[in-house]
């Protein structure tokens, strides 16, 4: 038995892996995921096989609505917005270009009237080759011109319709995207820390997307389409009511058969949208971690994870595929079916002599015109839905709480001191039971402890990142969490390992905590404190060369320098280092010890401490165990009690 | 006829098909014709030939009971309303009735096969990428940057689809305009000769616009992907900019770039809608020119009224068949550039040659690397300390036969200003760089590896034998998303008392009690949500229960608490007894367990022995250990050196539960 054997920490449960049994399968190989009965079968009668067709098609539908109620009710993520918090939303932003939206309706409305004014023209002349006019031979050239000139302006008001509603799209996405990148930005720091980033991405990246696609071209879509098809309508009826029928027997057809398709459309694509991205998932692990699959022997399990996802995106296919083909079984009656019906009342009203010829030809070209539209507004409504689905999911990332309420109270001086602190992830399991402890402005702290005793909580307290459940920690006198963010920044800051370099200048990625007041001397001094100018001004463009993804790259210990200097620039006079995830890596910050010193000189510095040294250098330790300090003292002390602390010193320097 | 999903056999990878399915699985590797992008396109359409056939045929009759619908109009006006026949008019109406249910058939036929050939297309992509980069394994990263190869099987996956899906309506659009143009000169050869030559100058006269159109929509994409490149870098560094500041800085950037992408995208639209009204306006014309010349016609007693009223349904029905032929060039030029993209990842290939002559690895071999001077007794517990980690993390990779270097990937992306002859200029020396690249590999991989087991050099091993029987885990190991079951044991072999066995080892069971659903629980995607000590335990516990002959660990408690890693070094020596085990750490907690501890100074083996030994005797390695930093000249001398090795320390990055 070695020294170290000795140092099961009291205290530390001991865990005894609840439910191991009842969990652990013996053949993990056998995870299917799409159930074997929607594989398609091509055998049997007709019947049989529509019958099974139908059964697959509402198992499909089932796995699609269980993903679109996953993603509006994320799990861990964010939360999501009602639909009337995105309609109240595009109302405010409408309502803001009132001028845009009357020039385009009036441009649209008139472009159309353009439209319906030609087939007329046209109509006419036909009538006028039927009944014989003699006039015609001579007017003819007269007329057409006249259709030409028509012609001519609907060109030009539907090149001024395009643009406006090109013009008021962008714009509408522009301030769109913008507000949701400022609510981001506005997250409260403890959901920033929390929680992880990746169904934030998902929202950036994706939704946005989505949202642009409706806003840039469903949105204006909608409104020009909706006024040309109302008043073809109304030019169908000018021009014979009787030959109106058979439009409006399509339009009612198309109605329904619409309304079904959209019903389910949204959760189908969701799926589809969501199998993809699974695919894409899988596919970015297996390539980044390509090295760890060859190291392990996993080539054949990780191809076997892109097959079964495949398999379920396959299955999502289907199910909208038939949806469409639901769809495309009536609408082409819907779109085509008028014109016979033109032939059979034409026939019937011509020979009553209720309609000429003329009127049933200009039936005929207004049924053909609206056949673009109509096709164009079902494919608006499918986008919009999406669109709609994307923006709940953006606007919901404004509707987590604020967490921190300034109460007016200004520090006294720098002092830091946690009282009774108790804190809990879960309710009913607090993490910490009543800790206080009292910084000396200027000192050095380590807390050491086991994982999960609370060390790191404890830090993020300290820091202000959360408020605590009971007690309060204050820094000369205010509440921490009473502070406001900007300020706070400039009191204590959390140190962690952020190899994240932004997209900018060197400059941008420094000045962070005051970026409208900093100069350029005091970036120049903040490089040289971390030891950094000099391969700074090395660079071509000094501190305004651009870094980041796709610029100039930094190795990681000048990312590693960046950061440090962004602390130097902030400036506050308490420091909270977490070793676990702090920019001591242990690979790096051998080359960065006296980066590191220079910014640590004359602060408060609260580490919690992975490695003994650290430890022993502070001017004292907390050792935390199961949510309380066990022991707290300098290293000496510590020592002569001969508790935890001392065991594990002793284990590391034998 | 191949109905999707595809099953793709490729690169050794088999298919696995999840269902029992009458289909039968493909046996034999299907080997992509990589020659060039054209013949790439080429192998790739043919994959699916039936497919393509089935899909040509249906879009042959649906656009062909489309094109027949204008002349039955005119037939029936003529012959039945004209006539007041309404029997006659009734017939013709039966007749269109007929033709538009056979377009209803063959519009869903066509469009459930168009579909298929779609995603086959997309999953055939995907499941080729996913095998290449898996058979390739390190080697591929260090040619291609992984973003590149991603963006193969995201994107032009779906370009083969466009492609394939366009071919067949061309197919289509070029009968319909042969039937037409049979139809329209048996009408009036004078107004047939008008239509036929109105059409394709109707599409073609949009084509002045169509460049500068082109070019801003790719304005526009290259300006929204870096907009949304702003989005993920603000996201990626929310910590940050809310804990220490930046937003106003990050956000301006933000509406900056947003506003930029909104002019670019202005300005594609305004082209966009000269276009479309350039269309209105021709489409227009072409109605009156019909009209003035058929109303002549129809005067002279060479034409009926009905006939007119087809010409105006042709006029309008043309346009459509010559847009898809326009269409189609488009897409089969974009298909070309995405064949291009995936020849530069498909076309690579591993370095290892497949020896004929290998020699069985040794069991209990002594290991010995050249380089270093380093050697591990079989059996025993070898510690590597060195004043810089990435010595010994280049140590690791030997041993393991991992090929390292520090070049960077060679992109394939080109300055989007570069045109013509200059871009071409640019390809070709991003070829000829990675073909070098490859080349270099190819000769590191194939001569003498410099690592001995047994006395017996590495390259001499069969690679695949080799990986099974030593197991190199380093700092860039990668969590998969799975169950906690899948990400600890996941090739199935382990028993749940091995499991626990190693979760013990590994100090992990809090991660365990962490995941709701015991052992199958869910872990996300690079165990996103765990802390870098959870994930580093998990990792750990991973090497562990695969039970390797030789295990080689680089930090594997650098994310690790003292107390815990106190624990996890005990355990380790105890459960790793008797086979052969290196780790490379500076810490004394696992240095105490050695069996034996070898010192590394500037990648050079300087001292051995038992870590109390070395701690009495060697100033130089008491420094390093205990103080890390301090008093170590090398980081003094050379503090940023050869960064670009340093492996990122995939354990240590952010998300704290």
């Known amino acids: 038995m070695t020294a170290t054997d000795n140092l099961v920490i009291e205290g530390l449960a001991v865990t005894t892996l609840v439910d191991s049994a009842e969990t652990w399968l013996d053949h993990t190989g056998d995870d299917t995921r799409v159930d074997p009965s929607l594989d398609t079968d091509h055998r049997g009668a007709a019947v049989e096989r529509l019958t099974a067709w139908r059964a697959r098609h509402r198992m499909r539908r089932q796995l699609a609505e269980a993903v679109l109620a996953r993603q509006r009710n994320p799990e861990r993520g964010l939360p999501v917005a009602s639909n009337e918090r995105v309609f109240a939303f595009l109302r405010t932003l409408v309502a803001s270009r009132r001028r845009t939206i009357i020039a385009l309706i009036t441009f649209s409305l008139l472009a159309a009237v353009a439209g319906l004014i030609v087939p007329r023209i046209l109509g006419g002349v036909v009538d006028r080759v039927t009944g014989g006019d003699p006039t015609l031979a001579s007017s003819l050239n007269g007329i057409c011109l006249a259709a030409a000139g028509v012609v001519l302006v609907q060109g030009v008001l539907t090149y001024l319709t395009r643009l406006i509603t090109t013009v008021f799209g962008q714009d509408l996405l522009s301030s769109a995207r913008e507000e949701v990148v400022r609510t981001v930005l506005r997250l409260p720091l403890s959901r920033v820390e929390t929680a992880g980033t990746g169904d934030l991405v998902t929202r950036v990246t994706r939704d946005v997307s989505a949202m642009a696609s409706a806003a840039q071209w469903a949105l204006p879509q909608f409104v020009t389409t909706v006024g040309l098809v109302g008043l073809t309508l109304v030019a169908l009826f000018l021009n014979s009511p009787l030959l109106t029928i058979p439009t409006l027997l399509g339009m009612a057809l198309l109605f329904f058969t619409v309304r079904t398709y959209l019903k389910h459309a949204l959760a189908g694509y969701i799926a589809e949208g969501d199998s993809y991205s699974t695919i894409n998932s899988t596919l970015t692990e297996s390539v980044e971690g390509a090295r760890t699959a060859e190291a392990l022997g996993l080539q054949r399990q990780r191809a076997r994870q892109t097959d079964l996802d495949v398999e379920v995106s396959a299955q999502t296919e289907r199910y909208t595929m038939s949806l469409r083909n639901l769809m495309f079984l009536t609408m082409d009656y819907a779109f085509q079916g008028p014109l016979i019906l033109v032939v059979v009342l034409g026939a019937v009203g011509y020979t009553q002599g209720w309609v000429t010829l003329g009127q049933v030809t200009v039936a005929a070209l207004y049924l053909q015109q609206l056949i673009g539209p109509m096709d164009v507004l079902v494919q608006t409504l499918d986008r919009a839905q999406v669109g709609m689905a994307s923006t709940t999911r953006l606007l919901g990332i404004a509707e987590v709480p604020q967490d921190r309420t300034p109460s007016g109270e200004e520090p006294r001086d720098s002092h830091l001191v946690g009282r009774d602190l108790r804190f809990a992830y879960r309710e009913g399991h607090d993490v910490l039971h009543g800790v206080d402890l009292d910084l000396v402005p200027g000192e050095r702290l380590a807390i050491v402890g086991p994982s999960g005793s609370g060390k790191s909580t404890l830090g993020r307290l300290l820091a202000g990142i959360n408020g605590p459940r009971t007690g309060e920690v204050t820094v000369g006198g205010a509440s921490l969490m009473g502070l406001p963010l900007d300020r706070l920044r400039t009191e204590v800051a959390l140190v962690t390992q952020e190899h994240h370099v932004f997209v900018g200048t060197i400059r941008d990625n420094i000045v962070l905590a005051r970026e409208t007041t900093a100069t350029e001397d005091e970036v120049r001094e903040a490089l040289a404190a971390v030891d950094a100018l000099e391969w700074v001004e090395r660079m071509p463009l000094g501190i305004t060369t651009k870094v980041g993804s796709g610029n100039t790259r930094l190795t990681p210990a000048q990312a590693q320098q960046v950061a440090l200097a962004r602390l130097v620039i902030a400036d506050p006079h308490t420091l909270v280092l977490d070793e676990a995830t702090s920019l001591i890596d242990p690979q790096t910050a051998r080359h960065l010890e006296g980066s590191m010193s220079s910014l640590l000189t004359g602060r408060t510095v609260v580490a919690i401490a992975h490695r003994l040294h650290t430890a022993h250098d502070a001017d004292r330790i907390a050792v935390v165990i199961d949510g309380n300090i066990a022991e707290l003292g300098s290293h000496d002390e510590l020592m002569a009690l001969d508790g935890e602390y001392a065991k594990l010193w002793r284990a590391w320097t034998s | ?657």
Request: proline fraction near 5%; include cysteine.
């Open chain 2, 1 to 657: 006829m191949e109905t999707f999903p595809p099953r793709i056999h490729a690169y050794g990878l088999p298919s696995v098909a999840a269902n029992p399915t009458p289909r039968p699985l493909p046996t034999a590797d299907e080997r992509p014709d990589v020659r060039s992008p054209l013949r790439f396109l080429l192998w790739f359409l043919g994959r699916q030939w039936k497919i393509l056939v089935l899909s040509a045929l249906s879009s042959v009759l649906w656009f062909g009971s489309s094109a027949i619908t204008p002349w039955m109009f005119g037939r029936a006006v003529d012959t039945g309303i004209g006539q007041r026949d309404l029997p006659a008019a009734l017939g013709w109406a039966g007749w269109m009735l007929l033709a538009v249910s056979i377009g209803v058939f063959f519009g869903v036929f066509g469009h459930t096969i168009v579909v298929a050939g779609w995603v086959v297309s997309i999953y055939r992509t995907v499941g080729l990428i996913s095998r290449r980069a898996l058979s390739m394994g390190h080697v591929l990263p260090r040619r291609t940057p992984t973003g590149e190869v991603l963006s193969v099987a995201g994107g032009d996956a779906d370009t083969f689809g466009a492609t394939q899906e366009v071919l067949t309506r061309a197919i289509g659009a070029v009968s319909a305009f042969i039937f037409v143009t049979v139809l329209v000169l048996g009408e009036s050869p004078k107004l047939g000769l008008v239509v036929l030559v109105a059409a394709p100058l109707l599409v073609g006269a949009a084509a002045p616009f169509l460049r500068p159109l082109q070019a801003a929509r790719t304005k526009e994409r290259t300006r929204s992907s870096e907009l949304t490149g702003m989005a993920t870098d603000i996201v990626a560094g929310l910590r940050i900019l809310r804990g220490i500041g930046g937003e106003k800085t990050f956000g301006d950037n933000y509406v900056r770039q947003s506003q930029h992408v909104r002019r670019a995208g202005v300005e594609a639209g305004a082209w966009q809608s000269a276009v479309d009204a350039l269309a209105t306006l021709l489409g227009g014309l072409l109605l009156v020119l019909l009209t003035w010349l058929g109303v002549r016609e129809v005067l002279a007693g060479a034409l009926s009224v009905g006939q007119l009223i087809s010409f105006f349904g042709y006029a309008v029905y043309l346009v459509w068949p010559v847009y898809t032929m326009y269409e189609f060039v488009q897409k089969w030029v974009q298909g070309l550039v995405a064949a291009k993209k995936t020849v530069v990842v498909l076309g690579q290939s591993a370095p290892w040659k497949a020896g004929t002559d290998t020699v069985e690895l040794p069991r209990d071999a002594v290991i010995k690397d050249e380089q270093s001077t380093f050697l591990a007794q079989p059996g025993q517990l070898t510690v590597v300390v060195s004043s810089l980690p990435d010595d010994s993390a280049a140590l690791a990779d030997r041993i393991g036969r991992y090929l390292t270097g520090s070049e960077d990937p060679v992109s394939h992306e080109i300055d989007e200003n570069l045109k013509g002859r200059a871009a071409k200029r640019a390809r070709a020396e991003k070829a000829a760089e990675l073909a070098a690249l490859a080349q270099a590999d190819e000769e590191r991989a194939n001569r003498p590896w410099g690592v001995t087991y047994d006395g017996i050099d590495v390259s001499r091993f069969d690679l695949a034998e080799f990986r099974r029987r030593v197991l190199v885990s380093d700092t860039s190991a990668m969590i998969f998303a799975g169950t906690l079951q899948q990400l600890v044991d996941p090739l199935g072999r382990a028993t749940r008392e091995q499991a626990e066995e190693a979760l013990r080892v590994a100090s992990a069971e809090d991660v365990y009690d962490l995941v709701p659903g015991g052992w199958q629980g869910r872990i996300d995607e690079r165990g996103r949500g765990l802390s870098g000590g959870q994930r580093q335990r998990l990792v750990l516990a991973r090497a562990l229960l695969a039970d390797p002959e030789v295990l080689v660990m680089v930090e594997p408690t650098s994310a690790v608490d003292a107390h815990t890693e106190a624990r996890i070094a005990t355990r380790l020596a105890e459960a790793r007894r008797g086979r052969t085990t290196i780790i490379t750490t500076v810490s004394p907690l696992v240095l105490h367990v050695a069996d034996e501890v070898v010192f590394m100074v500037d990648g050079v083996c300087v001292e051995r022995g038992t870590h109390h030994d070395l701690m009495q005797h060697s100033p130089a390695y008491r420094s390093v250990v205990e103080r890390g930093i301090d008093d170590d000249p090398a980081a003094i001398e050379h503090p940023l050196r050869d960064h670009a090795l340093l492996p990122t320390p995939s354990g240590a990055v952010q998300d704290h539960s």
